[in-house]
């Protein structure tokens, strides 16, 4: 899996932020991860979760019980559980999700269903993410250009 997107350069020498490689792995093995949380990690402790592989099912079983039980010894408590899609929209290569759309036209991008289909699966999933974020995000624009969606 690639380590980090171009988009992410600003905070990935210092981890500040929750890379999208981990995001990723966090929605695969439904644990809610908490800025706070993260930040309460060290270097060491941050490094090991961009590692460690979440593909398989064992893998899967593994990164969840390694995160659940890293938040319980900075916390006490366990994270919250996200619910895991089935079958999740970056995994959906015949349908280019509406919020992805949406931002790609507020920016006068037309994004065609072949060039979806030609990028990784983390890479859709960045631009879902990316896209549907509660904040303003000033990612999307970089991470189309990154992954070629722009002309």
Known sequence: MLQFFQFEADFVATLRCIPM???YKLDTCGIKLKLQHWLSFSTIQR???IDLPCTTSKEIKEYREHLRS???QNFNIYPSDLLIEQDPAWMQTNV????VLQHAQELNIA???TQ???ISPLQRFALIKLSTSDHENNNFLPALQEFGLTK
């Open 116 to 118: 979806w289909q030609n």
């Open 21 to 23: 490689q981990v995001r």
């Open 70 to 72: 890293q938040v319980f």
């Open 96 to 99: 280019i999700p509406l919020s």
């Open 111 to 113: 994004i065609a269903l």
């Open 47 to 49: 490094q090991k979760l």
